[in-house]
């Protein structure tokens, strides 16, 4: 964690009397509480076998009033078949340098795509907003699978940074395609759970990596997630695109 954070950080747990530590706690469950989890996707453009470009809008909340979602740690997308993705020309860029030098540190040809996401940071009896910058690059493949490298930046009140990983794998029909998103535990205070995801949007299609598939099945195009959460929960949510 870096200065900002930490000073900021340490000013609230002075005030609700907590110590700062490096590394949070497990998060605790609520009796009965459940995360309840919602996709929403769109194409632009939406035309049959256009180059376009995919956002993915992923929405987390917890089923008990004012309570707060369980931090994710796996996120699996399962994306329509026919879905065209074209990575050729692509360059990776790999996950040690986006580590050490954020989106400033990989070539502009390894972008994929930018989003933005919305965490909740526990402290004490508070609960604070913190907005991050997201952004899509190609990592080095792993096997046959390509990789994304998903970086987030957050500045208020965490100055994190933070690096998830996807790997591409082809999937059954209905799917055509499934990404596997590790996303690493985000730390606050001692004694608090980590920082919560919220919601998060993801748009990929720079360059004409990304094709609206040539043929739409009866019922529109179908998507679904499955997510599982620091508490040992899961979730699961579908959406369907109507056919253009």
């Known amino acids: 964690m870096r200065a900002p954070a930490r000073a900021l950080l340490a000013g609230l747990a002075i005030v609700v009397?907590?110590?700062l530590v490096g590394a949070s706690a497990p998060a605790p469950a609520a009796a009965g509480a459940r995360t309840v989890a919602s996709v929403h996707p769109s194409f632009q453009p939406d035309r049959l076998g256009a180059s376009t470009a995919l956002t993915l809008a992923l929405r987390y909340s917890s089923d008990e009033e004012e309570g707060v979602p369980s931090p994710v740690r796996t996120i699996v997308v399962q994306l329509p078949a026919g879905l065209g993705i074209d990575l050729r020309g692509v360059l990776t860029c790999p996950a040690a340098r986006l580590r050490r030098e954020g989106s400033d540190g990989c070539p502009s040809?390894?972008?994929?795509?930018?989003?933005?996401?919305?965490?909740?940071?526990?402290?004490?009896?508070q609960t604070l907003p913190e907005r991050t910058a997201v952004w899509a690059f190609r990592g080095p493949d792993r096997g046959p699978s390509p990789t994304l490298e998903i970086l987030s930046q957050g500045y208020t009140p965490l100055d994190e940074r933070t690096l998830s990983?996807?790997?591409?794998r082809g999937e059954g029909a209905p799917y055509g395609s499934e990404l596997t998103l590790s996303i690493p535990a985000i730390p606050t205070l001692?004694?608090?759970p980590d920082a919560s995801i919220a919601s998060l949007s993801l748009t990929i299609g720079r360059g004409g990596v990304l094709a609206v598939p040539r043929s739409c099945p009866p019922g529109g195009f179908p998507f679904a997630?499955?997510?599982?959460?620091?508490?040992?929960?899961h979730a699961t949510a579908t959406a369907s695109l109507p056919c253009p």
């Not at 040809?109 to 009896?125: I, K, M």
């Not at 990983?165 to 591409?168: E, F, I, Q, R, S």
Request: glycine share 16%; charged share 10%; net charge negative.
């Open 109 to 125: 040809a390894s972008l994929l795509g930018r989003g933005h996401a919305a965490l909740e940071v526990h402290a004490g009896s």
């Open 190 to 192: 001692v004694y608090e």
């Open 17 to 19: 009397g907590l110590p």
């Open 165 to 168: 990983t996807g790997v591409l």
């Open 225 to 233: 997630t499955a997510s599982t959460f620091a508490d040992g929960s």
